[in-house]
């Protein structure tokens, strides 16, 4: 597996992490994480990261998707649509991946070819966050416009607007998808699915930064502080809580392999941590590991490369909406403009490698073409010199 991290110096961090059986011993931190790569691909600090069975994508205030082949450790490419600061991306399955920003769009990329089938004006502010109904059929989204919105997958259009009073900055599904809860600042609303309604609220001490469901009814909850905490969902009680880093949490993400329940999560105090849940919720999670970035962390992905996505894509009726005059895929530049006029239909094919020097790459990748061009011109030219000279 494969912890990765984006950060405010604009690096992502990639570090090789190979889990211990139980057999090894019940001590803490059996796990040891080992630097993979440092990878300086923004222009800005990153601001969000997706990961699915093949790829790693990274959002970042330079308002670009940059693309990552973990198989092969290259970087695959970049996208260019949005005019915003990428603010959320999820993946659903290995053919589709959800993107939004600043900009207020909601962007439905096909993962085969990285074009965009569908670009969406989802909120007349900022897309704050976004999450996808383990069905792929729905979505949910929040923004600055202090609205909550449905999204049919299927037919790609608004199915449902709620208005809420604040702006919510994090929506999130159950993992049955029976329930969701939307973040207002320091405070959980529980929204029941088959009545649209809250069932109940939770209240967290600071303001929460991320959140993650454990179960259907446990939520590990991170935010302005050193601690994290797990809620039921159901009875509205905190069931555990404990001291996870020296600042505040700024992402967290769990997962589930043989013999463990992981938890993993990321701070501004430079540490990635990755902790054992017990089945007992009520008993403090063990430290498996820890590694220190020495940056300010503000987004976290794990890769598991044995775990194969069972979801394959979005429903199918999504994919013919494609818009051709929207979907840009592409390399952009520091100081280059990308108007939406422009139209990029293919990604540079030139790769660089994840621990390369990715500036130079992108920098010959765009110089690639005209410098070929130039060459069959001279070529072509002497061609004709010689056939006129036989022909004297």
Avoid at 286 to 314: F, H, I, M, Q, Y
Avoid at 346 to 358: A, F, Q, V
Wanted: aromatic content about 6%; proline content about 3%.
């Amino acid at each position: 597996m494969e912890l990765v991290a984006g950060c405010y110096e604009q690096i992502l961090f990639g570090f090789t992490v190979h889990p211990k059986s139980e057999a090894c011993g019940d001590r803490e931190q059996q796990w040891t994480p080992v630097a993979d790569f440092t990878h300086h691909a923004h222009t800005a600090s990153l601001s969000a990261v997706a990961v699915n069975s093949r790829f790693v994508v990274t959002g970042s205030k330079d308002e670009t998707i940059h693309i990552y082949d973990m198989k092969k450790k290259i970087e695959h490419g970049a996208l260019v649509h949005h005019s915003g600061t990428i603010t959320c991306l999820k993946f659903y399955g290995n053919r589709h991946l959800i993107s939004g920003a600043e900009d207020g769009l909601i962007c439905i990329w096909d993962v085969k070819k990285w074009e965009c089938l569908k670009s969406i004006k989802a909120h007349k502010g900022h897309v704050t966050f976004l999450s996808i109904h383990p069905s792929g059929k729905l979505a949910l989204s929040v923004g600055t416009d202090k609205t909550l919105r449905t999204w049919n997958l299927i037919e790609g259009r608004s199915a449902f607007i709620k208005n809420i009073k604040q702006n919510a900055h994090i929506v999130e599904w159950s993992p049955r998808g029976e329930q969701y809860v939307v973040i207002i600042q320091n405070k959980i609303d529980i929204y029941q699915l088959d009545t649209a309604s809250i069932s109940g609220t939770i209240t967290n001490e600071k303001r929460i930064s991320a959140v993650k469901f454990l179960s259907e009814s446990v939520l590990a909850v991170a935010g302005d502080e050193e601690v994290i905490r797990l809620f039921d969902c159901d009875s509205l009680v905190c069931l555990c809580e404990f001291k996870a880093h020296e600042n505040r949490v700024k992402a967290v993400f769990s997962f589930d392999i043989p013999e463990h329940h992981v938890i993993v999560t990321a701070s501004s105090d430079g540490f990635i941590k990755m902790w054992k849940l017990k089945q007992n919720k009520k008993i403090r999670p063990s430290l498996l590991c820890e590694v220190n970035t020495n940056a300010r962390l503000t987004c976290l992905g794990v890769w598991l490369d044995t775990v194969p996505d069972t979801k394959a894509s979005l429903p199918p009726a999504v994919e013919p909406s494609v818009s051709k005059e929207q979907s840009k895929i592409g390399k952009k530049e520091p100081g280059d403009t990308v108007h939406k006029e422009e139209k990029q239909s293919k990604p540079s094919t030139k790769k660089c490698g994840l621990t390369g020097d990715s500036k130079k790459a992108t920098q010959e990748s765009s110089l690639v073409s005209t410098k070929k061009r130039k060459r069959v011109e001279v070529l072509e030219k002497k061609r004709k010199k010689k056939k006129i000279k036989t022909m004297q």
